[in-house]
């Protein structure tokens, strides 16, 4: 089967950095993806990774080790619109189209 | 506006009744996906399409859920004698990726999604 953990709720304050992890077990892997979704919206797409090392898109930043079923969202520069919930997600299964997301991970930005 | 839109946005229904939604993706998107997401967690997955082919379905969907893509453009999931369990907000998205694309990312488009109550 396939699982996620990410921790549920992180806070940090505004300007801050902050690290959201994600740990997966899958089988058929193919990458891994975070999104955004704010109170009442739809998620929606912030990177994604197929291969090891950081992928760097503005003020955010994500990095995979396949090794270690394991990657991360770096948000940087942190702003009060960035209080949202990330979920990371999992690309694989038979054609490797499908998609599993983790439970989400809320943060708190305070000012 | 291009988005992916759904509809309706709200339905509220008996249980044991039949509800129908549908999903309209982006116009040039081949991958079309259906999601349930409840309160505090994230989209669980419940089908995928590439263009009309079904080619998954979770294992923890029963029976009573049926989805299409009759044209691989526009979607409806279906679910049958509706149960208080069923109470979600149903998310589509839609993608466009080349079929061997395996390092692409497959970047999704959510629509606004239907939320459903069964009473």
């Known amino acids: 089967g396939q699982s996620l953990e990410q921790p549920s709720e992180v806070t940090a304050v505004e300007g801050a950095i902050v690290q959201i992890n994600c740990t997966y077990q899958?089988?058929?892997?193919?990458?891994l993806s975070w999104y955004q979704q704010h109170d009442g919206g739809a998620p929606t797409f912030l990177s994604y990774n197929a291969l090891d090392g950081l992928e760097e898109t503005g003020r955010f930043s994500s990095f995979l080790s396949r090794s270690d079923s394991y990657g991360y969202l770096l948000l940087q520069e942190l702003q009060m619109k960035d209080s949202a919930s990330y979920f990371c997600?999992?690309?694989?299964?038979?054609?490797?189209?499908?998609?599993?997301f983790g439970a989400g991970t809320r943060l708190f930005v305070k000012a | 506006d291009t988005g992916v839109s759904q509809d309706p946005r709200h339905k509220i229904t008996k249980r044991g009744q039949n509800v129908t939604f549908r999903c309209d993706p982006i116009?040039?998107?081949?991958?079309l996906y259906w999601y349930r997401q409840t309160l505090g967690q994230g989209p669980e997955f419940l089908t995928y399409f590439q263009n009309e082919a079904q080619l998954e379905k979770s294992r923890l969907l029963s029976d009573r859920f049926s989805a299409e893509r009759p044209k691989g453009s526009f979607s409806t999931l279906e679910i049958q004698r509706t149960e208080q369990g069923d109470s979600a907000m149903y998310l589509c998205a839609s993608s466009l990726v080349a079929i061997r694309g395996r390092n692409q990312s497959n970047e999704q488009f959510f629509g606004p999604g239907t939320r459903l109550t069964v009473l």
């Open positions: 997600a999992v690309r694989g299964g038979t054609g490797g189209f499908k998609t599993i």
């Open positions: 116009s040039e998107h081949n991958r």
């Open positions: 899958t089988s058929g892997f193919y990458g």
